[in-house]
């Protein structure tokens, strides 16, 4: 069967926009939400497209394209990485973006969502150019960004350095310092102990809880292999191998090592090789594994905690893991999803694995807005409170509904920011007429059939990075600047 579904894959398996949409039409299996509000989530509030222009060290000029995409700011500013890659899109911004939005409001934290990129291998630029290329961007978005605007953090290509210097070129322009404006900083700069290592903290800690809830096992002992060794990878590792796991595989761009009884050194002296050899596939021991024998390894757990679509409907029906922890944004594609829950392997949805980075960067934003600064202990304490309750709520609402994990994180993300849309009156004062002609036309054909076409929008808006001021949340001036997307029709159901 699942051979079937995966020699049916279409070429839009892998086009991240279209996969998000895809999975906020499936909320509506669920929960009904209002058409006027499903309306405004699938397109993000603003886009921002800046082309920047750069002397290289060599004397030759450049051309790159950068990204600030904010989804939805009704449960609190914008918040989302910034990502430095060769393969930064539109298409992979506008969902990023749109998952933060899900991410933020599933820890519960008082942010919404944004994303925002270059499209640059940073690998190929010297430390200067890096530099310069950052503080244009900062300069192309500034009146976009800002503390209660907009703030970024860091993402693939993008590290605490590069927060230093989105801060910096920040504060120069507003005329002090405003440390608030980006997270995931240095620590001397106003940066959270304990932001660097909190994704993978938050992700270990949900496999723990997962696989102890689902399957009834403690952590101490199970296999667990890894896809990608970078900053959620790495820390992933060091955090299961302190809670007793058995690492069996670990791979990164370069290739994997597999270690049948785990990784045989501490994992101090394992980073150091890893540093030393400069891929895991070039480690000094274990035998040498692809990324794909990796991910159809034979484990309790496998985390993909690299890039997105590394489980799709190609691979899917060869996982052999019992429980999936989504690590990186994005790794499994729909049509995967659908494979791996036929096949009984449980999927812990990206907005609830990884979420212990925005959480951490919230808990810094919060330390720089009262010119504090909590021990780690503190942080600590709070990120695997956060994160254990916020795994029970979903895997409670996935048990009781007979949903899986990632219906029911969306479902709670969804729900309650439609609830704070609809608290704060985001309906009014343009789109009440269309909601009413929706409906109308919605209860003529009901709910399965009839018209699913979009109520209108205002004018398309350009966003022109440094023109205008920011928005208030809800406003309808300036906001929708989407224009030519290709969204699929709408939920199964207007509800
Ligand atoms: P990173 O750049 O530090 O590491 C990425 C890792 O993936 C590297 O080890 C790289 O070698 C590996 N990789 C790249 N392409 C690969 C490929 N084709 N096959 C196998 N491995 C490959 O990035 P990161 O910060 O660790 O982020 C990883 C994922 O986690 C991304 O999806 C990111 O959006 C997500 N994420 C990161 C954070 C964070 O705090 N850094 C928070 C939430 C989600």
């Excluded at 479902?411 to 309906?427: C, F, N, S, T, Y």
Aim: net charge positive.
């Amino acid at each position: 069967m699942a051979r079937e579904v995966a020699s049916s894959v279409g070429r839009g398996e892998e086009d991240p926009y279209s996969n998000a949409l895809a999975q906020l039409a499936s909320v509506a299996q669920v929960i009904e939400i209002d058409p006027v509000y499903y309306e405004m989530l699938k397109t993000p509030r603003r886009e921002i497209t800046v082309y920047l222009h750069m002397k290289m060290s060599d004397g030759s000029v450049r051309s790159f394209v950068g990204y600030r995409i904010q989804h939805n700011n009704a449960r609190g500013p914008y918040k989302g990485g910034l990502r430095y890659h060769p393969i930064v899109s539109l298409s992979e911004m506008r969902a990023m973006a749109m998952l933060m939005t899900w991410k933020t409001a599933l820890i519960d934290v008082p942010y919404g969502g944004a994303k925002g990129g270059i499209t640059v291998d940073p690998s190929e630029l010297d430390e200067d150019e890096l530099e310069e290329l950052t503080r244009k961007y900062v300069n192309a978005i500034y009146y976009n960004i800002g503390p209660e605007v907009d703030i970024p953090a860091p993402d693939v290509g993008t590290n605490p350095q590069v927060m230093a210097w989105i801060m910096n070129e920040y504060s120069k322009m507003k005329g002090y310092n405003v440390p608030a404006v980006v997270t995931g900083k240095p620590v001397e700069l106003g940066g959270s102990l304990g932001r660097r290592e909190a994704t993978g903290r938050g992700v270990a800690i949900v496999a723990r809880e997962a696989l102890r809830a689902i399957k009834g096992r403690d952590i101490k002992g199970a296999r667990v292999a890894v896809q990608g060794f970078g900053n959620v990878g790495s820390n992933t590792v060091r955090f299961l191998m302190e809670m007793g796991a058995k690492v069996v595989a670990i791979s990164d761009v370069g290739g994997g090592r597999y270690f049948p009884d785990g990784v045989p050194v501490a994992f101090d002296k394992l980073y150091a090789d890893f540093l030393a050899a400069g891929t895991v596939g070039k480690l000094p021991y274990g035998t040498p594994i692809t990324n794909a024998e990796l991910l159809e390894s034979e484990v309790d757990v496998l985390i993909p905690a690299a890039i997105e679509n590394q489980i799709t409907g190609g691979n899917a029906g060869r996982i052999r893991a019992d429980i999936v922890v989504e690590g990186a944004n994005g790794p499994t594609t729909p049509m995967a999803d659908r494979i791996l829950e036929r096949n009984g392997v449980a999927v812990i949805p990206d907005i609830l694995a990884n979420s212990g980075g925005v959480l951490v960067s919230y808990f810094e934003w919060v330390q720089n807005l009262e010119r504090e600064q909590w021990t780690l202990e503190e942080v600590n304490s709070k990120l695997e409170a956060k994160m254990v309750r916020a795994f029970n709520e979903v895997h409670g609402m996935a048990r009781e509904r007979g949903i899986s994990h990632r219906l029911a994180a969306l479902a709670l993300a969804v729900d309650r920011v439609v609830k704070a849309m609809k608290l704060a009156g985001w309906h009014r004062p343009w789109a009440s007429a269309h909601a009413r002609a929706i409906r109308r036309r919605t209860s003529r054909s009901g709910p399965a059939g009839g018209s699913r076409r979009s109520p209108a929008r205002p004018s398309s808006s350009t966003s022109t990075p440094g023109r205008s001021p920011p928005g208030a949340p809800g406003s309808s001036g300036g906001s929708w600047s989407c224009s030519g997307n290709s969204s699929p029709s709408g939920p199964p159901s207007w509800g």
